[in-house]
């Protein structure tokens, strides 16, 4: 399995409040990525990040923000939660980007619950 | 961008048989189809890729075919046994990598 640490694994948490889910990967791999996963949606993009401090956005990053100050660290923060965030939350990681070839690896993910 | 679309969306099959999941993609761009396998309460697992220069590849019980010209790619799974129950995303990727929305296989014993 791929060195990835998602944390915490899961979450209640109420709406307007702050959170931010922690992705820790011991690959040294330079791409980090958030996915939320929903029925009937597969995985979807939040937020990708190829470098430190070098971040962009994906196809659903309304609401949600992203920092990586170090290689292996990848913070994905929902400002203010609101119960469309309720979801499954992957971390993943590739050496490289996508359209190259490289393969990219999955955390276990992160349940969130906004109540 | 890439739009992968996956089907069936469910499929159920008697042990031992085969499974056949079909995915088409729009980007003519699109160079790299991995497939994954996601078990209940865990990520989606790497379980076999094929890139666009090839169009076969083989690994035990598992294949997956692509036509390039009719942009679609395929997983086979034979002699199908009840640990193949999952979800399998199928992904295409050029300028970005887009999933599948998953199809849940079940095994019968």
């Not at chain 1, 990967?25 to 939320?36: G, S």
């Not at chain 1, 939040?46 to 994906?58: A, L, P, Q, R």
């Not at chain 1, 196809?59 to 203010?80: N, W």
């Not at chain 2, 990520?43 to 076969?56: A, H, K, M, T, Y």
């Amino acid at each position: 399995d791929a060195g990835i640490t998602q944390s915490p694994r899961h979450k209640v948490t109420e709406t307007g409040t702050p959170v931010t889910l922690r992705c820790h990967q011991t690959e040294n791999h330079r791409y980090m990525y958030w996915y939320r996963q929903d029925p009937g949606h597969g995985l979807r993009l939040i937020h990708y990040s190829y470098g430190v401090k070098d971040t962009d956005k994906g196809e659903v990053s309304d609401g949600y923000s992203v920092s990586r100050s170090k290689t292996e660290d990848f913070l994905l923060t929902l400002e203010s939660a609101t119960s469309s965030q309720t979801s499954v939350y992957f971390c993943a990681i590739s050496a490289d980007m996508p359209g190259s070839g490289n393969t990219i690896y999955f955390g276990e993910g992160s349940w969130l619950t906004v109540v | 961008g890439e739009n992968v679309e996956q089907h069936p969306s469910t499929l159920s099959v008697q042990e031992g048989d085969s499974a056949v999941i079909k995915c088409t993609y729009s980007d003519s761009a699109s160079n790299y189809f991995p497939w994954y396998k996601q078990e209940l309460g865990k990520g989606p697992q790497l379980i076999i890729d094929i890139r666009s220069n090839v169009g076969e590849k083989k690994d035990q019980r598992i294949a997956v075919t692509l036509n390039k010209t009719a942009k679609h790619f395929s997983l086979h799974i034979t002699e199908t046994q009840p640990e193949d129950s999952a979800v399998y995303f199928c992904a295409a990727s050029g300028n970005d990598m887009r999933f599948g929305a998953g199809t849940r296989l079940t095994v019968k014993p």
